[in-house]
């Protein structure tokens, strides 16, 4: 098994030193296998593609109705932020240097991922 930087830096909060991770990784076999640039550029498509796709106004999860929500600050037009860059190049990585992702996002990674096998 391998994982991207972004999973390395999801990991690292859940433990108490960099040393204790290294050893976690090791013990389990998990190798640390760096992006490069292939991934990287295809996460950076991916994302763009998401903003494009991205609906421009807030959305109630119980109802569905579309919102449009204001910063009471400066009053400019609140976006949805669901995922964020870092899931793209967990997707691209997978892409690129694995023959599948272990995920429990399902729905997002075959949106922009639809070549990846996923488990």
């Given amino acids: 098994m391998?994982?991207?930087?972004?999973?390395?830096?999801?990991?690292a909060p859940r433990f108490l030193s960099h040393n204790a991770l290294a050893q976690f990784l090791t013990d389990t076999g998990v190798r640390l296998e760096p992006s490069g640039a292939d991934?990287?550029?295809?996460?950076?498509r991916q994302w763009?593609?998401?903003?494009?796709?991205?609906?421009?106004?807030?959305v109630c999860p119980a109802c569905g109705s579309a919102q449009?929500?204001?910063?009471?600050?400066?009053?400019?037009?609140l976006a949805p932020?669901?995922?964020v860059i870092a899931d793209f190049m967990i997707?691209?990585?997978a892409v690129v240097h694995a023959d599948r992702l272990?995920?429990?996002?399902?729905?997002?990674?075959?949106?922009y991922f639809p070549n990846l096998k996923m488990v």
């Fill in 2 to 11: 391998v994982i991207s930087e972004a999973v390395y830096s999801e990991l």
């Fill in 102 to 111: 272990l995920t429990r996002d399902l729905g997002y990674f075959r949106t």
């Fill in 81 to 83: 932020r669901q995922h």
């Fill in 48 to 58: 763009r593609e998401y903003l494009e796709r991205r609906p421009q106004l807030m």
């Fill in 91 to 93: 997707g691209a990585h």
């Fill in 68 to 77: 449009d929500a204001r910063c009471g600050s400066c009053g400019n037009r």
């Fill in 39 to 44: 991934a990287l550029y295809l996460a950076g």
